[in-house]
């Protein structure tokens, strides 16, 4: 289930996985995934069929409405969530910064949709 309102195309400033939380990368107009849940998340890339550390690829990266995300634990529908050490949304906890509220309710490895929220703390 997604509904993406606004993607913006980024350069990846190394190698990101579809599905995955990203944050800003050091130069402008880059990304990086998520690694923990106090990063400053910014958007769920979408499908990534290859290696788009090369340089010569992109990643789209949905930033507002409902993206897909690969779960990383456990979640419940209407659960908060943020990133784990591999961009994979997980319930947030005090002091993360929060990417977005479960829709649908799923387990590891599983892709569901998110409600992206703008940048705030658990």
């Known amino acids: 289930m997604r509904n993406e309102l606004l993607v913006k195309t980024f350069v990846p400033a190394a190698n990101i996985a579809g599905y995955r939380v990203c944050k800003h990368g050091v130069a402008d ?50 659960e908060l969530v943020t990133a784990d050490a591999n961009g994979r949304v997980v319930p947030a906890t005090t002091g993360d910064m929060l990417i977005g509220r479960a829709l649908e309710s799923g387990v590891v490895n599983d892709i569901h949709g998110v409600v992206l929220t703008l940048a705030e703390k658990a």
């Open 29 to 78: 107009n880059t990304i990086i995934q998520s690694a923990a849940g106090p990063d400053l998340h910014i958007g769920i890339s979408t499908y990534v069929g290859d290696d788009p550390s090369n340089g010569d690829e992109t990643v789209d990266l949905v930033m507002m409405g409902i993206a897909e995300v690969e779960y990383g634990a456990n979640i419940n529908r209407g």
